[in-house]
């Protein structure tokens, strides 16, 4: 599951920027289903290999599914960024519709350990939401 994270060192393809001490608590990396920002979806993702390995390509299947009273959603973006570092992904995934409330975003890597977050992006009409997912990967 996303929430396993890999075990291994990072000895190379550090991006050179130290993340800002923070304290807080650490990200929820178990969740794998989540409210979208504006509460209107149901976001439930999974990769597709069954988990996320540092510097291989890996698909995310997403289930998105309307709550009570919402129409459809009209198209679904994926992307990853790391927050601490201020930088996104080398690769620029393609989302495509699989049918019903699936769909399946292609093209990922993470290329660096460290936490990422998944973002997940409903368009309904001119209305958009957001879902992100924190990935912790070693």
């Known amino acids: 599951s996303i929430s396993a ?3 291994f060192s990072d000895s190379a393809g550090g991006c050179g920027k130290a993340p800002d001490a923070v304290e807080s608590s650490p990200p929820d990396t178990t969740a794998t289903k989540r409210q979208t ?3 209107s ?3 439930t993702i999974r990769p597709e290999r ?3 390995v540092r510097n291989e390509h890996f698909s995310v299947e997403v289930d998105v599914k309307p709550n009570v009273g919402i129409a459809a959603p009209t198209g679904v973006v994926v992307d990853a960024d790391m927050p601490g570092h201020g930088h996104g992904m080398h690769t620029r995934p ?3 519709h699989e049918g019903g409330s699936r769909w399946r ?3 990922m890597l ?3 350990s460290g936490e990422w977050s998944i973002m997940v ?5 001119a209305a958009k939401e957001r879902a992100f997912f924190p990935v912790l990967i070693e």
Request: aromatic share 8%; hydrophobic share 40%.
């Open 5 to 7: 994270p890999a075990s």
């Open 50 to 52: 069954g988990s996320i």
């Open 105 to 107: 975003a292609r093209g």
């Open 94 to 96: 393609v989302t495509t």
């Open 121 to 125: 992006e409903i368009s309904a009409g």
């Open 41 to 43: 979806f149901t976001v």
């Open 37 to 39: 920002d504006g509460g």
């Open 110 to 112: 993470f290329h660096m």
